[in-house]
């Protein structure tokens, strides 16, 4: 910190991402609850320590190979370019630990990144993680009520740590090579994370199988709803809450934008483009209400369903929010949310899908829309500051929202699905799933004991009939 300007800007972006990060892990109690409140009594404890277990998994993974992946592939890699080098981000490095900025030790570090990373590579990498944690609970929610844990905490390994990650480095990178070459803008993730693990939850889904009792002997699907409505509501309100600082976490608080005059600084998005805290606020508030709205009306007052597309209409609207004017936010959130819920339940009917809590049309269907309906919205707008970057285009988006639901998440999450299918590896034994993955647990362990006990017994008996006392 070669001053006290710098210092302070370097002292408050660490400040401000620990605090978006604190934020964030609330849309991780929201999954929790919310999945909870809409999964059956029988299978309660299984679903909740099935999305909890992401924490630890993912971090660790994230940890050790989650955060280079996102610095090293912006270039594809080999589609543009080599891999990068991204000493900082690798899980040996001395600035993946405490860190005061003093002269590097490792020969692959430069002063300036030590001065640089040292402290905020661990509130930056937290954030990131944060959006890793929220991928793989995506997932969670559609596959409940019959996923083995193993396999879960396998597919959330894969979706959390790698293909979002690499998603993130294509096209949620300054310079990746989706934003160079395409023009893609997705300043919100609307398919960076939800496209993704929509796409890979729909992969998923389809080697997995519907819930047993979930369609009738003539195929028509029956409703299995929530069964814990106030779980449901305070979940997903704190999910929108926990988005809230998921919003600011996609920004960097201050920078002076005028190449180093120091003259104007401002908030950016992702792509280091200027935007402001009080234009996402306006926006992100009015993509909530327009797909709320939407979602009452569409779904005739459905609670489930209005809680949902109010998710969905941010996500809807996330691709453009940093450029978006607020009644276009609220009108993209509502038009998104009408072809999301019409489109699950065809999807349904058509395909035999069983998502359990729609997680599919609200993060994966809206997630590509909102992508899409960006490249039209704002068309010719700079994707990046970098002029010999590519505008924001149509074709540009649309391709770059097919790579983010079909090649980086629908095809590895029905690969990796079906994998573990034929191993018989995938889904619980019928007979488990029917009297509750809670309960045969819990069985499971009543005949433990009862071994143990009968075992503890002839032992006993064992040494009074040999006169031992």
Not at 138 to 158: K, N, P, T
Not at 203 to 232: E, M, Q, S, T
Not at 390 to 418: D, E, Q
């Amino acid at each position: 910190m070669d001053n006290e300007l710098t210092a302070l800007g370097i002292l408050f972006t660490e400040f401000y991402y620990w605090v978006t990060v604190v934020f964030m892990f609330l849309i991780h109690v929201g999954f929790c609850m919310y999945e909870v409140g809409a999964t059956r009594q029988k299978n309660h404890m299984h679903t909740l320590m099935k999305n909890t277990m992401i924490i630890p998994l993912v971090t660790v993974t994230f940890y050790f190979f989650g955060w280079w992946i996102y610095f090293a592939f912006p270039n594809g890699p080999w589609i543009i370019g080599d891999l990068l080098a991204a000493p900082f981000a690798t899980a040996n490095s001395e600035l993946m630990g405490s860190h005061l900025g003093g002269p590097p030790v490792q020969d692959a570090l430069t002063a300036d990144d030590t001065a640089f990373w040292a402290h905020i590579n661990g509130v930056f990498w937290a954030a990131f993680l944060l959006f890793s944690w929220t991928a793989a609970s995506i997932v969670s929610g559609a596959v409940i009520e019959r996923i083995r844990s193993s396999a879960f905490w396998f597919l959330a390994i894969l979706i959390g740590s790698v293909f979002w990650v690499i998603d993130a480095s294509w096209g949620w990178h300054p310079d990746g090579w989706m934003v160079q070459k395409l023009g893609y803008h997705d300043a919100y993730a609307s398919g960076v994370i939800h496209a993704v693990a929509g796409g890979f939850a729909l992969g998923v889904l389809i080697p997995l199988g519907a819930r047993i009792g979930k369609f009738d002997k003539d195929g028509n699907p029956r409703n299995i709803g929530p069964r814990n409505p106030w779980l449901v509501t305070v979940g997903l309100f704190l999910i929108y809450t926990g988005f809230w600082g998921f919003y600011a976490a996609c920004n960097v608080p201050m920078i002076d934008i005028q190449d180093g005059e120091g003259i104007l600084f401002s908030a950016t998005n992702i792509y280091l483009g200027p935007t402001t805290l009080s234009a996402i606020t306006l926006n992100f508030l009015m993509s909530l209400a327009g797909g709320m709205m939407a979602a009452y009306l569409v779904s005739k007052g459905d609670a489930f369903w209005t809680y949902s597309g109010g998710l969905a209409g941010i996500i809807g609207a996330s691709a453009g929010n940093d450029l978006y004017h607020p009644i276009q936010s609220m009108f993209i959130a509502a038009v998104v949310v009408v072809i999301i819920y019409k489109l699950h339940f065809w999807v349904e009917r058509r395909f035999k899908i069983d998502d359990a809590v729609g997680a599919v049309a609200v993060h994966g269907y809206a997630g590509f829309l909102g992508v899409v309906i960006c490249g039209f919205m704002l068309w010719g707008y700079p994707a990046s500051p970098n002029p010999d970057y590519a505008t924001i285009n149509p074709l540009g988006n649309f391709i770059g929202a097919v790579i983010m639901f079909l090649v980086l998440g629908f095809i590895p999450g029905f690969v990796f699905a079906s994998i573990l299918k034929a191993f018989g590896m995938l889904r619980v034994p019928e007979a488990v799933e029917i009297v509750g993955l809670d309960v045969s647990a819990a069985i499971a362990q009543e005949y433990e004991d009862a071994a143990m006990v009968e075992a503890e017994r002839e032992v006993v008996l064992a040494s009074y009939s040999s006169g031992e006392k």
